[in-house]
Antibody, heavy 120, light 107 residues
Framework: DVQLVESGGDLVQPGGSLRLSCVGS????????MHWVRQAPGKGLQWIAYINEGGSGANYADSVKGRFTISRDNAGDSLFLHMNSLRVEDTAVYYC?????????????WGHGTLVTVSS | EIVLTQSPATLSLSPGERATLSCRATQSVSRFLAWYQQRPGQAPRLLIY???NRAPGIPDRFSGSGSGTDFTLTISSLEPEDFAVYYC?????????FGPGTKVDIK
């Protein structure tokens, strides 16, 4: 079965840093583009970052550009989100999602999410 | 940025009824439009991609239609597990954007 499992969410002070991880299993991780999507409490979905299969290309939402960095380790079937200069408004559940060629690069599998709380 | 709006914000229906959800884009998204379902406490689940294609394992009571800037998700006969929030998403242009969601709740 395809699985994505996020970890690393925590309570952090404004201005702090955090690294989220997402481990994939049940599929060939290195052949899939990946995304991070977040959801603030009681709010809708917000796409924040994308990385291509090899890790050489990435794209970001303006709200996180320059503060967050997406990366991957295909040998370890892992996706990361390095988050710096965190703000209260970054508080959200963070999901990793894979983009499948089978579904025309829309996200057919999602993790359960990891909660990031930014508060003093 | 392509902005997606969804209507209505909330749809109150009974099991067995037909649900019609709308998604409108500020510019054409070509075929790059998908629908997701999110139940409380769960991750989103892909229902429809490229306007009308059902994702694997999705029952045929879910169907998508539309073109250009106006799209519709139809649930032909609501089952108890269909009461959830539904989001449309475009990937025509960066940034990828989602609509604000339509909540389908039990009347």
């Amino acid at each position: 079965d395809v699985q994505l499992v996020e970890s690393g969410g925590d309570l952090v002070q404004p201005g702090g840093s955090l690294r989220l991880s997402c481990v994939g299993s049940g599929f060939t991780f290195s052949t899939f583009e990946m995304h991070w999507v977040r959801q603030a409490p009681g709010k809708g979905l917000q796409w924040i970052a994308y990385i291509n299969e090899g890790g050489s290309g990435a794209n970001y939402a303006d709200s996180v550009k320059g503060r967050f960095t997406i990366s991957r380790d295909n040998a370890g079937d892992s996706l990361f989100l390095h988050m710096n200069s965190l703000r209260v408004e970054d508080t959200a559940v963070y999901y990793c999602a894979r983009a499948s060629v089978t579904t025309e690069y829309f996200s057919d599998s999602w993790g359960h999410g990891t909660l990031v709380t930014v508060s003093s | 940025e392509i902005v997606l709006t969804q209507s209505p914000a909330t749809l109150s229906l009974s099991p067995g009824e037909r649900a019609t959800l709308s998604c409108r884009a500020t510019q054409s998204v070509s075929r790059f439009l998908a629908w997701y379902q999110q139940r409380p406490g769960q991750a989103p689940r892909l229902l429809i991609y490229d306007i009308f294609n059902r994702a694997p394992g999705i029952p045929d009571r879910f169907s998508g239609s539309g073109s250009g800037t106006d799209f519709t998700l139809t649930i032909s006969s609501l089952e108890p597990e269909d009461f959830a929030v539904y989001y449309c998403q475009q990937r025509k242009d960066w940034p990828i954007t989602f609509g604000p969601g339509t909540k389908v709740d039990i009347k």
